[in-house]
């Protein structure tokens, strides 16, 4: 038998079926239809299809999508369902912004919904520098532990959130800046500083260099990190016998930041997020390890 092509066909010996021309190893492909019920379902779903992009917003324009008979629209849904969540939750926000913190933290429903807000709001805004976790990287402080430049009380840190760390912006922001002491001590003087900062929590390189470096130390630092080396919140000079290191651990990593100081900046988050988010924010973070 020829197709209208003048091909010869092949039929199946055991089924009598037609096949497609197409072998694999000796394994002809029949031509069987496909099911009538499956055809239908086929031709049902493009009917459906139609239908839909006609009842709903679907084919793309210049400036909008077609918006469909029925006007639906899964973004006013959307916006509907934020304002309904909005508005739920203004009681609370505005009793977290007109309490003072000691109230908040007093009322348990109220604390809860503050460090939930606030868990919320540190992920937006906080966790691409000191990590989901808040546990920080080298250069951005870990939140978690009980070290704090600038105070761990939740009004300490609202006032770090609030107004931000040398931020321009804002004229109450924290500003610390250590002196660059490359300029002023010799090389082997930065050495010995180091040492003698190392052996507070740990054992120096060389153990000659811990003495004269604690007279330097005393000479030159004392005045902000403390005879004792456990720093100045007031003035941001950090713990230095806590074994807790922001900027790098280890004997050169503190010569370095000895001999040209790196200064980090946060901004102020006050003016973008308003007085009830930073509230949030200071709960929840004084809740990881504020300790005060």
Known sequence: MADKHGAEKHIDEISGVETTGHEWDGIRELNNPM???????????IVWALGYTIAYPAWPMLS??????????????????LQVAKA??????????AAPFADIVADPELAQF??????????????????????GSAGFP?????????????????TTIAHGIRFEGDADTHVSEMPAFGDMLQPEEIRQVAAYVVSLT????????VEPGKQLFADNCASCHGEDAKGNR?????????AIWLKGEG??????????????????????????????????????????
């Open 64 to 81: 909008e999508a077609t918006r469909g008979v029925l006007g639906y629209s899964s973004r006013a849904n959307v916006a509907q369902d």
């Open 88 to 97: 739920a939750q203004t009681v609370y926000l505005d009793r977290i912004a």
């Open 251 to 292: 004997e050169e990593a503190i010569a370095n930041q000895v001999r040209a100081p790196k200064h980090g900046v946060m901004p102020a988050w006050l003016p973008r997020l308003g007085e009830p988010t930073v509230k949030q924010l200071a709960v929840f973070v004084h809740s990881l390890g504020g300790g005060e």
């Open 234 to 242: 007031e003035m941001g000079a950090p713990n230095l016998a806590d």
């Open 35 to 45: 099911p009538r019920w499956w055809v239908w379902t086929f031709y049902a779903t």
């Open 142 to 158: 870990n939140l978690n532990d009980d070290d704090w430049v600038w105070g761990g009380s939740i009004d300490e840190i609202y």
């Open 114 to 135: 503050a460090i939930s807000g606030g868990a919320s709001a540190f992920k937006v805004n906080c966790a691409q520098c000191h990590g989901s976790g808040a546990a």
């Open 202 to 209: 740990g054992t120096p390189h060389d153990a000659s260099l």
